[in-house]
């Protein structure tokens, strides 16, 4: 193994989803791995195939652990994907924020650091911008800190 390897925090061995052929690549930790293509090709079944939302076949290690070690939830909670098009079951952003004290101490950072005010999150979503609630929706899957955030489009 060489180093980049050894010291992968994401490392994708083999893996297969259509359209794609199987593909092999790591990520190490502060790295950022942009994926290209046109429309079509396959790049968000490759995201929701890493993120464990699609099946595929292959291994996906996290920090060594191969993702059938842990259970799903465990899996998503540690790597996250934020969709192109992020879903909302709530009337406010408000609403979608566990209370606890993580969320209360990081929440007006990640608005702040994503340029969002924050009344934003009292606001009804169905009265935001595209990109407000584009933004709301980073700050929702990087408050609990996952490992990995998978960023489609």
Excluded: Y
Excluded at 29 to 46: D, F, I, M, Q, Y
Excluded at 58 to 66: D, K, P, R, V, Y
Excluded at 83 to 105: C, I, M, V, Y
């Amino acid at each position: 193994m060489d180093n980049r390897t050894d010291r992968a925090l994401l490392r994708i061995d083999q893996l297969k989803t259509a359209p794609l052929p199987p593909l092999t690549f790591s990520v190490a930790e502060g790295e950022c791995l942009a994926v290209e293509g046109p429309s079509g090709s396959g790049k968000t079944r490759l995201l929701r195939a890493i993120a464990d939302l699609d099946a595929a076949s292959g291994h996906i290690f996290l920090n060594g652990a191969e993702r059938r070690e842990m259970s799903g939830p465990d899996w998503r909670r540690r790597v996250r994907f934020c969709s192109a098009e992020p879903q909302w079951w709530t009337d406010t952003a408000r609403q979608a924020f566990a209370n606890g004290k993580a969320t209360n101490e990081r929440l007006p950072r990640l608005l702040q650091a994503l340029g969002l005010v924050p009344a934003v999150i009292e606001r009804p979503l169905s009265g935001l911008s595209i990109g407000e609630r584009q933004r709301l929706a980073i700050v929702r899957s990087l408050i609990d800190e996952p490992s990995v955030l998978l960023l489609d489009e």
